[in-house]
T-cell receptor
Framework: DAGITQSPRYKITETGRQVTLMCHQTWSHSYMFWYRQDLGHGLRLIYYSAAADITDKGEVPDGYVVSRSKTENFPLTLESATRSQTSVYFC??????????FGEGSWLTVV | DQQVKQNSPSLSVQEGRISILNCDYTNSMFDYFLWYKKYPAEGPTFLISISSIKDKNEDGRFTVFLNKSAKHLSLHIVPSQPGDSAVYFCAAYSGAGSYQLTFGKGTKLSVIP
């Protein structure tokens, strides 16, 4: 039972580069989410998806793009990385909201 | 405006005693609440949840209490164990069909052997 896997786990990139964080879940959950965790802010929602081809903005979407062509994948792209996007990114999924499962995180540093 | 507040950044408890972690919320539209535990360099792990139609939910050593009139919930861990040492996040969402969680900033629990 693989659950949710995120890749890469650790990434260093330069300002202005495009970066894609991958998220894959094996449960066929309808709902998927991307959160970022920063010191002093807890976890904040970037984007979410209710099903394949349905996505919507969360609290902090600026500078990010998502897509969901398949139910099991929900990649997050930073089109032009900035230092303020240095953070830990968590992908999550749920079938119904009673229990929302998180991946292990992707640590991104933008230099 | 912080809609979910965990006012204690840290808490230390002796092994075997009760740990009580508190959470307050301001959004009266929240109707489902979840607690997560997080170890360093790992993702949040779901612990326990409660619907707004209940005032208590229990799962083993973990019990969550919800006081809707006070907009307050608490997580009780009895007995506390050293392995419970982690950061605990309170989270909430409103309305089925979105499940967008709003998180508190977390409370770091240290259980002292």
């Amino acid at each position: 039972d693989a659950g949710i896997t995120q890749s890469p786990r650790y990434k260093i990139t330069e300002t202005g580069r495009q970066v894609t964080l991958m998220c894959h879940q094996t449960w066929s959950h309808s709902y998927m989410f991307w959160y970022r965790q920063d010191l002093g802010h807890g976890l904040r929602l970037i984007y979410y998806s209710a099903a394949a081809d349905i996505t919507d903005k969360g609290e902090v979407p600026d500078g990010y793009v998502v897509s969901r062509s398949k139910t099991e994948n929900f990649p997050l792209t930073l089109e032009s990385a900035t230092r303020s996007q240095t953070s830990v990114y968590f992908c999550a999924s749920t079938p119904s909201g009673n229990t929302i499962y998180f991946g292990e995180g992707s640590w991104l540093t933008v230099v | 405006d912080q809609q979910v507040k965990q006012n204690s950044p840290s808490l230390s408890v002796q092994e075997g005693r009760i740990s009580i972690l508190n959470c307050d919320y301001t959004n009266s539209m929240f109707d489902y609440f979840l607690w997560y535990k997080k170890y360093p360099a790992e993702g949040p792990t779901f612990l326990i949840s409660i619907s707004s139609i209940k005032d208590k939910n229990e799962d083993g050593r973990f019990t969550v209490f919800l006081n809707k009139s006070a907009k307050h919930l608490s997580l009780h861990i009895v007995p506390s164990q050293p392995g419970d040492s982690a950061v605990y996040f309170c989270a909430a969402y409103s309305g089925a069909g979105s499940y967008q969680l709003t998180f508190g900033k977390g409370t770091k629990l240290s259980v002292i052997p």
